[in-house]
């Protein structure tokens, strides 16, 4: 007879080489460099480019203040609206906003996550930019003064945006003879946009898109402020606007527009106060103390048109001053602070294409106007900000 204490050996073994196996195979494969399955980045269709009929529209949302989805919820809401409500509602306006305005592009101004109620930085990234990755658009972002409050610093955040599908945003300049300066901040880039397909316009970019970072917080003579673009940053950018133009600088030259985006306004906007505005002037500007110059950059450059930025979620105005115009995207995110009954909102930009009767002549007309999350999603002020033909 077989000894019963072999066959007891014989079963435990087997037992063990079983769990052992599954272990391995459910578990530590996952955990092998090479074992697991690698995600490659998918890359919109580039370069970005004018539809075929001339326009080019851009969909800019400001401060999601994003954190950690469902179990974010929502400030400065009426209290029938309070109920259920959490980021998943502003989740549900962008994808709104991306379906009703079928946008060739999406621009994040900053304040994309809201750190001190972020768990997990990249979780919240993720969730918040998952309407733009869902529409598979190309889209990019700049950093606000929240974002990097939680479990990623400025630059790790960059990078990580960077990386994720569809997206063309960059950390800095890396492939521009420019970029040797040391550019101060995480998200200092340029986007040129090619003219429509088969016009003589098809391989050059007609309208330059221009991404700063505006720095979160800082002490100036032991006050606390808000952050400024720095002068490395405008050496770069007038460095880089004159090499686009060929080496001209006049004024006049406006054959290649330009668009700015950062978060943070500047000081000179508090000015619009006793100005003519479109939109709703409803808090201070919350700016830095510091006047780095940003605006007689814009001005000696020649090709900035208009400039959008967010931070200050209850102005949605656009004014001018100087000749360029400034705009607030308005306040998109519910986790973020608003006003009740003044229900969120979004921007879009368009920039049409002049026609001659033989080709395109170039960028002829910049538009814009806002649309609410409300039932019929309505469009408000509808404005031109340029007109080649004008002086304005």
Known sequence: ????????????????????????????????????????????????RFRSDGTFKILQVADMHYANGVMSRC??????????????????????????EKPDFIAFTGDNIFGPSTSDAAE????????????????????????????????????FISLMDYSVSQINPSHDDLATLDIDGYGNYHLGVHG???????????????????????????????????????????????????????ETDASSPALAFFHIPILEVRQLYYQKIVGQFQEAVACSSINSGVLKTFLSMGDVKAFFVGHDHTNDFCGNIDGIWVCYGGGCGYHGYGKA????????????????????????????????????????????????????
Not at 4 to 30: E, F, G, M, R, T
């Open 1 to 48: 007879m077989t000894d019963p204490k072999w066959k007891q050996s014989i079963l435990y073994l087997a037992s063990i080489y079983a769990v052992l196996y599954l272990v391995q195979s459910s578990i530590l494969h996952k955990l092998l460099l090479g074992h697991e399955k690698l995600h490659i980045k998918r890359n919109p269709v580039l370069p970005l």
């Open 75 to 100: 400030r400065d809401v009426l209290a029938s609206e309070f109920k259920g409500c959490s980021d998943l509602n502003t989740t549900r306006f962008v994808k709104r906003m991306i379906e009703s």
């Open 124 to 159: 919240s990234l993720f969730g918040a930019f998952v309407p733009a990755v869902e529409s598979k658009l190309p889209w990019a972002a700049v950093l606000g003064n929240h974002d990097q409050e939680s479990t990623m610093d400025r630059e790790e955040l960059m990078s």
């Open 196 to 250: 429509p397909p088969g016009s003589k316009w098809a391989n050059s970019s007609i309208l330059n898109l221009f991404f700063l970072d505006s720095g979160d917080r800082a002490v100036v003579q032991g006050r606390r402020t808000y952050g400024w673009i720095k002068e490395s940053q405008l050496q770069w950018l007038a460095g880089l606007s004159k090499k686009l133009r060929g080496g001209r600088l006049e």
């Open 341 to 392: 009954g003044w229900p969120r909102r979004a921007r879009v930009i368009t920039v049409e294409l002049g026609k001659s009767h033989r080709d395109w002549t170039g960028v002829e007309r910049i538009s814009t106007w806002k649309r609410l999350d409300d039932e019929e999603l309505s469009m408000i002020d509808k404005q031109v900000l340029w007109d080649s033909g004008s002086t304005s």
